[in-house]
């Protein structure tokens, strides 16, 4: 929730009664009851807090029972981003367990027949994805495209396995989402953990793509929670451990606060954070945790076990730091480390017993890069994801080692990006083109004269017999050489092309370096 939409007077001056609520993302949804926002601002800050998970409870029992009454692409438009994700997930539990049901009665096919039927959505959502949407729809939908991407892929690998009932661990060990009538509530269940849905209201947020690593941390994580511990995911940076975390809680409408640590902590600022989570319930993920100094760090242990302990007595009120404090049972602390750079200290044994490790390690880039394409619009995803990433693995290895460059996640998610916004922008043009125009002019511009030609002929190989011209704005292009004239400076073509370069990074890039020998023209 990021602001308020306040009632008007007759007169169209805003009262001090909320009525609805903005995500950072604009968009809107309305309060179930009105909230008066006077008095006491720690007063009503509550029980507004109270009216947002009110308000999310409620839209998410409507969407429950609409969700057959029309057709799921138009049904989408009717709920909030977070609703429409996770009532869909809810169905998918539902239907995969009547498949079940049905196969046990004697339908051999109810499976298969359902995952035709989850192949079919999945097309009718990526056609949609090709039309003019506005930016929160199109967000809304690559989301929900992602997650189904996910959900098809499990119930494939189930057929695979030619698993038969619900007591699979393939199934069990998936995050479910189920809508329980008699208490009203939603309950998110994996392995033999269940937690309720926390109704926060997060916004229309992107979705983490879902691979096994995924799954396995999600795992470790809820385990650790299930049994009132901590969770620590570990490992290399560009490897998710942050984002899995976030990921876990967007899933279980939970807050999540991400706090980078640093050597100037000492334990009351830490102190201070765990105070605020205990007493709201939400997630803190506290970065790179073993920069803090050891010292600080056995006292912090005292502080995690204080809570974790009161946690296991079910406590509502426990003395923390020299007060009584709240206590809401939904808080989870989470540290994630990155082993063994300089400066990073061991963590002291009396802390390494209250969290759960999980080793993360390099992800499936091919499988992101896949369902990412599926999001942008692609059709033939599988194929083009393969070229991708294999183009990106081997600038890695045969392309000079320069400090500025970077084939990693992150840049591929980027190119992702630019390749759907161009996809969009040319309908008619074949997949393979779009996807090698994006490659080819979002990289040349960063690579250095002597790998050009390294680099041109990977791409000439991966997408071979494939000529296409660049984009060009050739309003922009005599604009740029009529600037140059009036500097009185020449107006070569190298030095016009880099600056259009400059301007395309710029779409996707919120900073740019631009690097070069002394001499060559950057400022």
């Given amino acids: ?197 926390s109704y926060e209201y997060l916004g229309n947020t992107a979705r983490l793509v879902i691979t096994p690593l995924t799954d396995r941390c999600y795992i470790t994580l809820t385990q650790s929670l299930h049994l009132t511990m901590s969770g620590a995911p570990a490992g290399p940076a560009g490897t998710g451990k942050t984002e899995t975390t976030k990921d876990l809680g967007r899933a279980l409408g939970i807050m999540v606060y991400v706090f980078n640590c640093s050597e100037q902590m000492d334990y009351k600022s830490i102190g201070n954070i765990y105070k605020g989570l205990s007493q709201t319930g939400a997630w803190g993920c506290f970065d790179e945790f073993n920069r803090i100094a050891v010292e600080v760090l056995s006292v912090v242990a005292v502080q995690v076990k204080c809570i974790q302990d009161s946690l296991r007595d079910k406590k509502t009120r426990f003395m923390f730091l020299g007060e009584e404090i709240n206590l809401k049972d939904t808080v989870g602390i989470f540290i994630t480390m990155n082993p063994g750079y300089a400066g990073r200290t061991e963590l002291p044994e009396n802390l390494k017993s209250l969290f759960r490790p999980c080793a993360m390690v390099v992800p499936d880039f091919e499988l992101i890069c896949e369902i990412m394409l599926v999001a942008e619009g692609f059709i033939d995803a599988r194929l083009l994801a393969r070229k991708f990433i294999t183009l990106y693995t081997l600038c890695k290895d045969l392309l000079s080692k320069q400090p500025h460059y970077d084939w990693g996640l992150r840049a591929i998610k980027s190119v992702l990006v630019v390749a759907g916004s161009l996809k969009r922008g040319d309908r008619g043009r074949p997949e393979d083109q779009v996807l090698m125009r994006a490659l080819r002019d979002f990289n040349i511009p960063k690579i250095i004269t002597d790998d050009l030609p390294v680099f041109m002929g990977l791409i000439g190989d991966l997408f071979p017999a494939l000529d296409v011209p660049r984009k060009r704005d050739l309003v922009f292009e005599t604009d740029v050489k009529k600037a140059v004239t009036d500097l009185k400076l020449q107006p070569e073509d190298s030095f016009c092309l880099k600056i259009v370069q400059f301007e395309e990074i710029l779409v996707v890039r919120h900073s740019v370096f631009v690097i070069g020998a002394a001499g060559t023209g950057k400022t």
């Fill in 1 to 197: 929730m990021a602001a308020l939409k306040f009632e008007e007077d007759e007169g169209g001056n805003q009262t001090k009664n909320a009525i609805g609520m903005y995500s950072k993302e604009k968009e809107y949804a309305d309060l179930f009851q009105m909230c008066e926002c006077v008095g006491k601002v720690e007063v009503w800050l509550n029980k507004l807090l109270e009216r947002m998970q009110e308000t999310v409870r409620e839209t998410f029992a409507d969407g429950v029972v609409s969700y057959e009454e029309k057709a799921r692409e138009a049904w989408i438009f009717d709920y909030p981003a977070q609703v429409a994700l996770a009532v869909t997930q809810i169905w998918w539990t539902l239907e995969v367990g009547v498949a079940f049901s049905r196969m046990e009665e004697g339908f051999e096919n109810a499976l298969r027949d359902y995952y035709k039927k989850q192949i079919q959505q999945l097309h009718t959502l990526i056609a949609m994805l090709l039309t003019d949407l506005n930016k929160g729809d199109r967000q809304k939908i690559m989301t929900i495209c992602t997650i189904d991407v996910h959900a098809r892929d499990v119930v494939a690998k189930m057929i695979a396995q030619k698993i038969e009932n619900g007591q699979a661990f393939l199934w069990l060990s998936q995050l479910r989402h189920r809508w329980s009538e008699e208490k009203n509530h939603c309950f998110a269940n994996i392995c033999d953990a269940e937690f309720r849905y």
